[in-house]
C-alpha cells in the first residue's frame, strides 16, 4: 500500500485558549479516510526562554524554535483539529526546527518589548498581523513587513510598508501563523495584486 502523503507532516491545532492555531502535531499514520482515523504525536518546544516560559504557563504556546520534540500520541477521529501543514527542518538527535518562513504570514504579539508579555496583568492580549519578507538567519533574525486590514473586506490585508526585524532573542513575539494566499488582483473590486486573504478562522477574536 502506498504512504499517505499527510504521513511525516506537521500540522498546526486549534488551541483551547482562543481557538487559534498554536498546537503542532505530526502525522504518523493515517489508518483510514472513510472514516476518518489517524495516529498522532503532539509536539512541545523544550529549553524555552523566560517569556515562553511564562506564556505558556498562561496557555499560550510557544510556536518557533530548534527544540521541539514529541511527547504525547493520540489516535484522532476528526479532521476538524487539522489547521494548516507547518514548514520544518530536521535537528539534532531527533529534534524539530520551526521558524517563520519568506512568505508566511503571522500574528505577532503587539508590545512585545522583552519582559511585557510576561508581566501584564490581563489574559488576553491584542495582536499585529505581518508578512514574513526574510527568512531566518541565526545573525539577524526574521524581517516582517506589517499588514493592515483593507476596509469593507472581513480578511483582506494589504501591506503598510512598515519594514522591521525580530532577533532569535525575542521570537517569542510570534504568536501563531495564519493561513493565507496571495491575490492576484482580480478577484473583486478595491483589491490588488500581492494583496492577502487570510484564513478567517485564525484571525484574532
Not at 507532516?9 to 472513510?34: C, G, M, N, T
Amino acid at each position: 500500500m502506498e504512504k499517505d502523503v499527510m504521513s511525516g507532516q506537521i500540522w498546526a491545532a486549534y488551541d483551547d485558549i482562543e481557538s487559534l492555531p498554536r498546537y503542532y502535531f505530526k502525522v504518523k499514520e493515517i489508518h483510514s479516510r472513510d472514516p476518518f482515523k489517524a495516529n498522532i504525536t503532539w509536539l512541545d518546544l523544550r529549553n524555552m526562554s523566560v517569556e515562553q516560559r511564562a506564556l505558556k504557563e498562561r496557555g499560550y504556546h510557544p510556536v518557533c524554535g530548534a527544540n521541539f520534540r514529541g511527547s504525547s500520541s493520540q489516535i484522532v477521529n476528526s479532521v476538524d483539529i487539522f489547521s494548516h501543514v507547518i514548514n520544518w527542518e530536521k535537528g539534532p538527535k531527533g529534534t524539530i526546527k520551526i521558524y517563520p518562513t519568506k512568505g508566511e504570514v503571522w500574528a505577532i504579539y503587539r508590545g512585545r518589548k522583552s519582559g511585557i508579555l510576561s508581566k501584564r496583568k490581563s489574559s488576553s492580549f491584542m495582536y499585529d498581523i505581518v508578512e514574513i519578507v526574510g527568512s531566518y538567519d541565526e545573525q539577524t533574525g526574521v524581517t516582517i513587513a506589517y499588514l493592515v486590514k483593507l476596509f469593507h473586506y472581513k480578511s483582506v490585508f494589504k501591506s503598510s510598508k512598515v519594514i522591521s526585524s525580530i532577533p532569535a532573542e525575542e521570537f517569542y513575539s510570534f504568536s501563531y501563523q495564519v493561513p493565507a494566499h496571495r491575490l492576484k488582483g482580480n478577484e473583486a473590486p478595491g483589491i490588488e495584486e500581492g494583496f492577502w486573504e487570510l484564513d478567517p478562522a485564525s484571525l484574532p477574536r
